[in-house]
């Protein structure tokens, strides 16, 4: 079982695994949100001390702008705020926001939405995926399973494919909803029924493995990662039906490991600390994962299980301990050393998207609130919670420096953290 206890080895695997993906821990990580959770794509922010509370003296708004209804997460440049949206249910956008007063940039548009069915129809079907940028071009990709390429300083279209016309694949039912993640040259996303890899620069596909993964309702919903498993540079994958360590170099598949799933509803994004990998599913468990390669071949066995039911929240990891928001919507902690559950909380909003700092958790609720928690494997502590919109919020927060970016559905808000000597 993996021994979580030894945490200096695990946060130099950590610093080995940011490093082998392009990241660099520094005031320009601090500064900006590159990707879906973040620079380090772990939900864990640098930078300034967050405050000791949410009051509107410690976190002021500096400004709101009302825009097209969207789910997916704020892209945040050293001048800029990148966000998307679904516009009169017929055309996906993207606007370019100046970061320091909110005035538009640019604006694009495409014809691209869908109606998406079942239960997530309630929640409306508006645009889902987080955009990537990587200093010089914004990834973005549309519900109707098309990625395109825009430079970012002038939203000027680079490149486009569309993967249902290239692959011949089905249309997926609810729409483009994993993020793209950048290395490099190479762009990887889960699209197509497929993993894909493809050259950043012109949008040619590299290579394409794990075909029809998706299952019959189209691709998968998590988002995929870099990781150093059993000493070996890999790209990990949760298809909604398994997860799967992917050659990055070839698309060569190293090992799979089937996670137990309702309708394929697999979507948080797995996490990685040393060799052992934590996920959990829509009504289903949770587990720990380990990644061996005893005789020139991985191997994968399960670590423990429990029965916490996540759903579309990935968590947060602080000192080997999991903070996870579930499907009955309550928080819970997890030893990932026993996989104890150490406490529950009681319920909040339906969804709630989560980074940390230090001892602390920022979590922005689906009802538009925002909660600091402390990090207190022994209990659950609600430091503050504040109301700081009206709309839902399912997009996920970023945090830049002192600044706190909030999508609402539709609208975006920016916050300065102004108490900066929290201990």
Known sequence: MLKLNRLGKLLLVATVTA????????????????????PSRDGLVRGSNWPSSLSETNLVRLWRVELAPSYSGPIVS??????????????EVVYALDRKSGKELWRVQWPGAITVPFFAASNGSWIRSTPAYDGDSLY??????????????????????????????PSPAFGFVSSPFVDGDSLYVQTGASLVNLDKNTGKIIWRVLKDAGGMMGSAFSSPVLAMLAGQRQLLVQTREKLVGVDPKTGEVFWEQKVPNFRGMNILTPVVLGDGIFTSSYQNKSWLFNVSKPEKKFQIKEGWSNNAQGYMSTPVVIDGYAYLHLQNQRFTCINLTTGERTWTSQAF?????????????LALDQRGKLLLIKTNPKEFELIDERKVSDQDTWAHVAVCGDEVFVRELNAISVFRWKDSKAK
């Open 19 to 38: 490093t082998a993906s392009g990241v660099v821990c520094g005031q320009e990580e601090a500064s900006t949100w590159n990707q879906w959770r973040g």
């Open 78 to 91: 050293d001048s800029a705020v990148f966000v998307t949206g679904t516009a009169e249910k017929k055309s």
């Open 140 to 169: 973005v990709a549309g519900m109707q399973d098309v990625l395109v390429s825009l430079n970012a300083k002038t939203g000027k279209e680079q490149w486009r494919v569309d993967f249902v016309k290239e692959f011949k694949a």
């Open 349 to 361: 909003g339906k969804y709630c998207s989560l980074v940390a700092q230090k001892d602390r958790i």
